[in-house]
Nanobody, 122 residues
Framework: QLQLVESGGGLVQPGGSLTLSCAAS????????VSWFRQAPGKEREGVSC????????SYADSVKGRFTISRDNAKNTVSLQMNSLKPEDTAIYYC???????????????WGQGTQVTVSS
C-alpha cells in the first residue's frame, strides 16, 4: 500500500515547539520532492514548506520563515518539519505531500498524507 503517514502533531503553548514527521511506505520517498501544507478551519489550504528530492533545495512561506525547518532523511524514507516559536495562527491540520521531482514545491501532488492536527493555545 502506497501511503504517507504524518505524526508528531499535538497541543502546544505559544512559543513552544513541535516536530512533525512524514513517513512513506510502499514507495521510495527519496525519489520525490516533499511539501508540507496546512489548512485551518474556514481557511484555504496553504503551502508551508517544501524540500527537493535531494534535500539541497528548500523553501518556506513567509509566515513561517525563520521559525520552521524542513529536512529529510532519505535513508529512513522520512521528512521532518521542525516548528519553533509556534503561534496561535499556526493552528491547523498539517499534511505532507510527495510530488515528482519536476513538480517540486507545487500543488501537483502524487501522494497525500492523512494529516496531523497542530493546536497552539494557552
Amino acid at each position: 500500500q502506497l501511503q504517507l503517514v504524518e505524526s508528531g502533531g499535538g497541543l502546544v503553548q505559544p512559543g513552544g515547539s513541535l516536530t512533525l514527521s512524514c513517513a512513506a511506505s510502499g514507495f521510495t520517498l527519496a525519489n520525490y520532492g516533499v511539501s508540507w501544507f496546512r489548512q485551518a478551519p474556514g481557511k484555504e489550504r496553504e503551502g508551508v514548506s517544501c524540500i527537493s528530492s535531494s534535500g539541497r533545495s528548500t523553501s518556506y512561506a513567509d509566515s513561517v520563515k525563520g521559525r520552521f525547518t524542513i529536512s529529510r532523511d532519505n535513508a529512513k524514507n522520512t521528512v521532518s518539519l521542525q516548528m519553533n516559536s509556534l503561534k496561535p495562527e499556526d493552528t491547523a491540520i498539517y499534511y505532507c505531500a510527495a510530488s515528482l521531482p519536476q513538480y517540486y514545491c507545487s500543488d501537483d501532488v502524487k501522494y497525500w498524507g492523512q494529516g496531523t492536527q497542530v493546536t497552539v493555545s494557552s
